[in-house]
């Protein structure tokens, strides 16, 4: 998800900050921009709301795109749900309605309080 990304990221800055005497561990362009991007798209910012997130997500059986993905836009409705990710509902496993409802439920609860 791009708020876990957000937290690597950030932390890899920290310690490149922190060295930052040697002229050789200064930050790309790049490193900068991918910052940038993750943290202006993070739904999510606390890092215990992070691992909450990807906690209820887990307990899903959901695989890692459909995880990153639901994780990533936060998805207000199942019908919002299923089209972003259409596999939800497919291969065989038990998530229903109900299911799905219950999920986007918990999200919204840490989004909420965070």
Do not use: W
Request: charged share 30%; proline share 4%; glycine share 2%.
């Amino acid at each position: 998800m791009n708020s876990e990304v957000s937290l690597i990221l950030e932390h890899k800055y920290e310690q490149i900050q922190q060295m930052s005497d040697d002229p050789s561990n200064q930050v790309s362009q790049v490193f900068e921009k991918s910052l940038q991007y993750v943290k202006r798209f993070s739904r999510y910012k606390n890092p215990d709301a992070v691992r909450q997130v990807r906690e209820i997500l887990s307990r899903y059986q959901l695989a890692e795109f459909e995880l990153c993905v639901l994780g990533n836009l936060c998805p207000e409705t199942v019908e919002e749900a299923i089209a972003m990710v259409p596999s939800i509902k497919n291969r065989g496993r038990t998530l229903d309605e109900e299911a799905i409802e219950k999920m986007l439920n918990d999200l919204s609860l840490i989004k909420k309080f965070e």
